[in-house]
């Protein structure tokens, strides 16, 4: 590596920014040649299809190159299942917790590996998957399906296997959101959650990230949470030396990146700024912040950390080594073998992705139910249920799954009252059965009513589309399977399943408690 670079470079390196359409624009294109920022971050925003992807980001690595001498650092949330930001003509695979539900860790690093494969191919280096919180909160608004279990070691074991198969393909797997996220209550998009409770009662939520620090994971992503009984100021761990530097590095020995969770994010924009937030993370030991949205913050922050460094409030030494980490990181993933583009929603990929969904589904309450020839399919449609969910909203469950099996469909809207009960009702006169699909149920009561009530004259069976916890709410007359997304691929395997052409083998990774 033979990187010497003028300090306005060796700044733009600990920036990740983001961009708004399709093609870079003219005050990206200026960001990047004045102010040598030189990484940037997808989403769902900027992706079209598997073509313009890839000449965007062959455009991005020429640019930046250009302006700052090195290659960028391509970042995306592609952790499959509701967070999946590629389009959808690549591969999207299972979320964590349909992973988990396989009980097979092989099924996590085949996700992985056909991922990380297909990232290569785009030109795409740094995954930010996958979750190692484990969701210990089922009211947790934010992590949910995103997450392997409730277990540590499970959480463990199948985060590690989705590293291997990530990096094995040349693409950064970064683990998020040390020291985890799964026991709040609150999403640190909307607000600055808080969680209680000292160094040894997060030692379950630190397990998965310890776990893929021993098995060679390259990133490592903050979490944007006050911890105010282990950290005194209050600042959340993203902005903590004793979080990003003390515990991270130095306990658990990590030596990779350490990246910032969006700063844009309301828990840091509104308490402490964007560009204040970016200054603090970098002190406490982030390696690389991210600015996900507005190009004139991540210009900011950039003016901002050349002030700390003249003014000495920044560590030039300390800087210097952030830098040094970062560049070897580019050093590292600009020799990895990039993969062809046409694996990229190849057959091959598809045939093997389907597998992993019709192994997920999950049996959690047998009780009989015969689907009939006259079977109605009822649902609300798949709406934005988090900040970070990107599932496929020209899927609609009732009329897709009628198409796919057969039957009859009623759409209902995501919190039906009683006149929607009661057409529901009206509407499955005649029908052999019914089958429900819930999204986020637990949290909307009224899709739960709904089935209930359908369960008092007919045949139910429900299908949890996104958090299995919806389950533990039906009466128990009601058969109940958890399919842990909304998408094509799971609508395929469950139409599969309700024509016997395959059976419900998952393995429920969370449990569920009836309130």
Sequence with gaps: MDWELPLACRIGQHLMCGLPGYTLDDAFREAVRTYKISNVILFS??????????????????????????????????????????????????????????????????AGILTGRELSA??????????????????NPVIGVRSYGDDPDV???????????????????VGKHFPGHGDTHQDSHLVLPSVEGDLSDLQNHILPFSEAVRGGIQGIMSSHILFPDIEKEKIPATMSSFFMTELLKNTLGFKGLVFSDCMEMFAIAKHFG???????????????????????????????????????????ELFDASTEKILLAKQMLLEAER????????????????????????LVQDVPFVLGDKPLFVGVPCFQATEVSSEEHEVIFAPDMARLVGGTSLVVSENPDENEIHTALSKAKGCSSVVVGTYNGHQYPGQIALANALAKEHQVLTVALRNPYDLAQLDTSIRSIAVYAYNREVLKALARLLKGEISCTGVLPVQLVRT
């Design 339 to 362: 993969k062809p583009f046409s694996v990229v929603g190849s057959a091959m990929h598809t045939r093997e992705n389907q597998r992993l969904y019709d192994r997920s589904l999950t």
């Design 155 to 173: 959480v463990s074991r199948f985060a590690c296997s989705m590293v291997e198969g990530l990096q094995s393909q040349g693409v950064m797997a």
């Design 45 to 110: 925003r900027n992706i079209r299809d598997k073509e313009q992807l890839r000449t965007l980001c062959a455009d991005i690595q020429e640019l930046v190159q250009a302006a700052c001498g090195v290659p960028a650092l391509i970042g995306i949330d592609q952790e499959g299942g509701m967070v999946s930001r590629l389009s959808s003509d690549c591969t999207i695979v299972p979320s964590a917790m349909a992973l988990g539900a396989t009980g097979d860790e092989r099924c996590a690093l085949r």
């Design 274 to 316: 964007t560009v204040a937030g970016t200054v603090a993370a970098i002190k406490a030991g982030v390696d690389v912040v991210l600015i996900s949205h507005t190009i004139d913050l991540g210009v900011a922050a950039a003016k901002a950390i050349g002030e700390a460094l003249e003014d000495g409030s920044l560590s030039p």
């Design 122 to 139: 785009l030109g795409v280096n740094v995954d930010f998957a996958p979750s190692l919180d484990m969701n210990s909160n089922p009211l």
